[in-house]
């Protein structure tokens, strides 16, 4: 391998951090506000949300990936390579982060909430104050599970066009005919990523840890 293959993967490396960022950076709160709504058991809202959640957990994200890169076009709707894959990453990410939610919202003790409103706190005051901390702790471990699993599952943009990681080794050994180096170092690339997610999660811990303490 020479230096431009290395820094081949290397500028793939940059698509996958950047398109995994914008997913997750975009996802997380969708999923948030999908999961309040299933909480909340708003009428009509979170029958759809329901059917929206279990339809994109059970849709393999290279299906969901070539139905909105193909359809959307015949539609009238013009989207790219890039758009497209922001999309599906999106649509997915929250679809599962919704569930990671959820779960931290059936387990919240409505005592807590009761008792805030029973003071005088209004609804968003509450769910900032009372509610967000506690499940933010709780849904932590698998929020950054999901986090990772999208970063792995972006190889699957290669079907459209897009270039990561994964994409730029299969491309490299195919023109070295050296398939073996170009896929350690993507490894060498996608541990660090992973470790820098799993780093972050083990800090926001330690300083809500350091809180309770205080």
Not at 10 to 36: D, E, H, M, R
Not at 114 to 127: D, I, N, P, T, Y
Not at 138 to 165: F, H, Q, R, W, Y
């Amino acid at each position: 391998m020479s230096a431009a293959d290395v820094l081949a993967i290397l500028q793939g490396a940059v698509v996958t951090v950047t398109l995994s960022f914008v997913g997750i950076l975009v996802g997380l709160p969708i999923g948030l506000g999908l999961a309040l709504l299933r909480w909340a058991d708003v009428p009509v809202a979170s029958r759809i949300v329901a059917v929206y959640v279990s339809v994109l957990r059970a849709t393999p994200l290279v299906t969901l990936l070539l139905l909105l890169f193909f359809a959307l076009p015949n539609v009238g709707i013009a989207i790219g390579p890039v758009s497209a894959a922001i999309l599906a990453l999106v649509m997915n990410t929250s679809a599962f982060n919704c569930e990671v939610w959820r779960a931290a919202l059936m387990n919240f003790p409505k005592e807590q909430y009761e008792a805030a409103q029973s003071v005088g706190m209004h609804a968003l005051l509450r769910f900032r104050r009372i509610v967000l901390p506690q499940i933010v702790r709780v849904s932590l471990p698998g929020l950054v599970n999901e986090m990772s699993l999208l970063i792995k599952v972006t190889p699957v943009l290669a079907v459209v066009g897009v270039v990561d990681i994964t994409r730029a080794a299969v491309r490299i050994g195919a023109e070295t005919y050296e398939p073996l180096p170009p896929f350690l170092v993507a490894i060498a690339m996608y541990a660090p990523i992973v470790f820098a997610l799993v780093s972050l999660q083990r800090f926001i811990e330690r300083r809500q840890l350091a809180a309770e303490a205080a």
